[in-house]
């Protein structure tokens, strides 16, 4: 055969096909069918609708089949008629070599001689649209006939027995083609513990922003992106709404790897929204994502054909067998994990989405996967489990209230409740957490102290119809956003109330006034109400006196006399130089001006003395400006 034979071959391929479905009412001949692949580089089997994912698909499937059954005949039938009578010498386009993938690199010389083409025919084609293109032809090829190519597919294809059930029938419920299972092969294996480079997590690998927008939850103790159920839902639904966009499973699957907005841009700017236009367009596409898109495909047609692809033998991994039961918040996987008599690592596998080994203790109930064949015996031993967990009460953690709070409350100490928690010394707890607790009767909470709280607040009043004044003391890790979200109030309206930057990190200790709506449950949080705080304006002279009168001092405006030095002053008050310059906001070198007034914090004891000599000081200033005013009155 000539050189021009792998190009026809590959043209005819453009066209798909299945010798086994009816022959197509077209009259049109192999030569004439030719001339659109000539034109077009590759031909496509019809797209469904975007409204409608597949509705089309079955006579796209027969009308193809059909197409490559008439051409491979024409085919063979050039091949053994006389030189003369052959088509002319075909040029096909060389694509760039991959540069991420383990797809063999197209050869930049001419095409070596094709293989026999009879494999070809009869071949079942999956439910997503599928283009004869020539990185899809060589894909393939790599399956078939690369060693390296076909050890990971014979790998992939074993393993994708593990979830195909359930993720073809959740597939289906959400009206999206089957074949998107092979998104999740290439995507992850199979393995729901896989994360990338970028934080994609799960089998179907979705990043953490994407996986919440479709209902996905993440907390300190779940990551429902390893749940092979709860990310395979997700995951249809996004591909769904991609295709519901861009009305092309190619286009979905481009998106679904390079983001929507990036292939937006790519259609907008090359005015096309063919997927194979973009990549073979320079720069339309990302190479990697046109590889993406090509090993889906190719995954899903050796699925569907794996006698051609040397896998009848194959023997694959047995389906995941598990039950589902419901079991309460807080345990730990050690204890459900001996009561079915399985390892913890066992059951730690089946619940991946559980990433510290622990039912999240801020449910009532959870339910979790067990093997099936161990379902009798944990029903045996769940009455034990439920026995031993009625020993111990709870309690939901309230807003702003502590460990250390709880534990006094019932009796035990910080660390214990801990360890009845399973929560190391570096684990923190988020309100509305259920904790184990002892079963005895909480001790009353303390009454309020003899002493109000004393807030600083700033020099403005506020009130508010439909609002409550309360204050709530900052606990370690508390953020402002936490705050204003619990409070249902806005940063804006918690940086007014308080002279606080939402910028900055908020400290253990200090008080907040907030006016917090009357629909808020305040019984969910530990907070102050107004009887129970003293106001003091921020730079008030009552402000400073009551900081100063907890320390025994005294704050004194002080009037310098003649001599006067920090230094001096420093000795006589037994203050620091430093504390004099930083309550007067100079420097420690300043030199003191006769006459002028300096604040002082002084000892009680030594308050009396410092008064009596600023009042002298003034008394001498007045009496030395007498005689200077009479002259200039006489003047």
Not at 89 to 117: C, F, I, K
Request: hydrophobic letters at 40%; glycine letters at 6%.
């Amino acid at each position: 055969m000539r050189g021009a034979a792998p190009a026809a071959w590959l043209i005819a391929l453009a066209l798909g096909g299945d010798a086994r479905a009816q022959e197509s009412e077209s009259s049109t001949d192999a030569v004439g069918g030719m001339a659109p692949a000539l034109r077009g580089g590759a031909m496509s089997m019809p797209s469904p609708a975007a409204s409608d994912p597949g509705a089309e698909a079955a006579q796209a499937i027969r009308a193809a089949r059909a197409d490559l059954d008439r051409l491979v005949h024409g085919l063979l039938e050039e091949q053994a008629a006389p030189e003369s009578d052959r088509a002319p010498d075909l040029q096909l386009e060389v694509m760039p070599p991959a540069l991420t993938s383990d797809a063999p690199r197209l050869p930049a010389a001419a095409p070596e001689p094709p293989p026999e083409l009879g494999w070809l025919q009869g071949i079942e084609l999956p439910d997503i649209q599928t283009r004869w293109h020539p990185l899809l032809l060589d894909q393939l090829k790599y399956y078939r006939d690369d060693p390296r190519g076909r050890s990971h597919i014979r790998a992939w294809m074993q393993r994708s027995s593990r979830y195909e059930d359930m993720i073809r029938r959740k597939l289906r419920d959400a009206g999206v083609p089957e074949d998107l299972l092979y998104v999740a092969m290439v995507e992850s294996s199979f393995d729901p513990n896989v994360v990338s480079y970028a934080g994609a997590v799960g089998l179907w690998q979705l990043v953490e922003s994407t996986a919440i927008d479709y209902g996905i939850e993440k907390t300190r103790w779940l990551d429902e992106r390893r749940s092979p159920e709860r990310s395979t839902e997700a995951a249809a639904l996004f591909l769904k709404d991609l295709y519901g966009r861009l009305g092309s499973w190619p286009l979905s699957l481009a998106a679904y790897n390079m983001g929507y907005g990036a292939l937006l841009r790519s259609i907008r700017k090359y005015n096309t929204n063919d997927f194979w236009q973009l990549a073979r367009i320079e720069a339309g596409l990302p190479y990697e994502t046109v590889i993406y898109v090509v090993k889906i495909m190719a995954c899903a047609i050796v699925a569907h054909n794996p006698e051609r692809f040397g896998l009848a033998d194959l023997r694959r991994d047995p389906q995941v067998a598990v039950s589902y039961v419901q079991v309460p918040g807080g345990l730990g996987l050690g204890r459900l994990a001996s009561a079915a008599g399985v390892t913890v690592d066992v059951l730690a596998a089946l619940n991946p989405e559980l990433t510290r080994k622990r039912v999240p203790p801020d449910v009532k109930e959870w339910t979790i996967r067990i093997p099936s064949d161990r379902v009798d015996r944990f029903t045996r031993r769940y009455p034990e489990l439920q026995a031993d967990g009625s020993t111990h009460g709870t309690h939901v953690l309230r807003f702003g209230e502590r460990l250390k709070d709880v534990a006094e409350m019932y009796g035990t100490t910080e660390r214990k409740l801990r360890a009845l928690n399973e929560l190391t010394d570096g684990d923190s707890v988020r309100p509305g957490t259920r904790l184990r607790v002892p079963d005895v009767e909480p001790e009353p909470l303390p009454a309020p102290p003899a002493e109000p709280h004393v807030v600083g607040v700033p020099d403005q009043a506020f009130d508010y119809e439909g609002r409550r004044n309360v204050f709530y003391r900052v606990q370690s890790g508390d953020s402002a956003a936490d705050i204003a979200r619990f409070f249902q109030v806005s940063l804006d309206e918690l940086r007014t109330w308080n002279a606080i930057s939402t910028d900055s990190a908020l400290h253990a200790g200090m008080i907040l006034q907030l006016f917090v709506p009357d629909s808020v449950d305040l019984s969910r949080a530990v907070y102050l109400p107004p009887e129970q705080v003293r106001r003091l304006i921020v730079g008030s002279d009552a402000f400073f006196d009551y900081h100063e009168a907890l320390r025994d001092r005294v704050r004194v405006r002080y009037r310098v006399r003649p001599g006067d030095t920090l230094t001096s002053l420093a000795e006589r008050y037994d203050l620091s130089i430093g504390s004099i310059a930083r309550i007067n906001g100079f420097s420690r070198e300043k030199t003191l001006q006769a006459d002028s007034e300096i604040i002082l914090y002084v000892p009680s004891k030594d308050a009396k003395n410092a008064a009596t000599a600023s009042e002298s000081a003034a008394t001498a200033s007045a009496a030395a400006a007498t005689p200077a005013t009479r002259q200039v009155a006489r003047d």
